[in-house]
């Protein structure tokens, strides 16, 4: 956890985001929902109040993979950068698309019965 403001983006630059409060439970997810979207066999994530984060620059495009749930890209490059659930007030961003990606050590992982076979093999292991 930290108060730092932490900032991040897209691969091209037009979107910037920047988190005013905690970042918190790092994980990873390893849901078909996740994978498709970000093009990786698992998405690791942090959780931060919807308040503490704004777009510095630019604006994620905003694609519902269903009712209640919104996943920002962006609309030039392709990064997947975060996600709101309706009436929640904790979104949670793509940790990769941090600045600083040593910041948060992801824990775990949501839905490990969807991790592919081979990712142990390559020496990736449910922690
Ligand atoms: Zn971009
Ligand atoms: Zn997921």
């Known amino acids: 956890m930290s108060s730092e403001v932490a900032t991040g983006g897209c691969l091209c630059g037009d ?5 005013n409060g905690p970042l918190t439970d790092a ?3 390893a849901c078909r929902r996740c994978r498709q979207w970000a ?6 994530w942090v959780d931060v109040r919807t308040s503490d984060l ?7 495009t905003w694609f519902e993979p269903a009712p209640g749930q919104r996943r920002g890209h ?17 979104a949670s961003v793509v940790l990769a698309c941090l600045d600083d ?4 050590q ?21 922690p």
Do not use: K
């Open 54 to 60: 704004r777009f510095a620059a630019g604006e994620p």
């Open 101 to 104: 990606l040593d910041a948060h």
């Open 27 to 29: 994980h990873w997810c």
């Open 39 to 44: 093009g990786s066999p698992v998405v690791a």
């Open 106 to 126: 992801p824990e775990g992982v949501s839905f490990p019965e969807s991790l592919p076979r081979w990712l142990p093999a390559a020496g990736f292991t449910d």
């Open 74 to 90: 962006c609309a030039r490059c392709g990064s997947a950068l975060c996600v709101f659930d309706e009436g929640s007030d904790i």
């Open 15 to 19: 979107v910037r985001l920047e988190i």
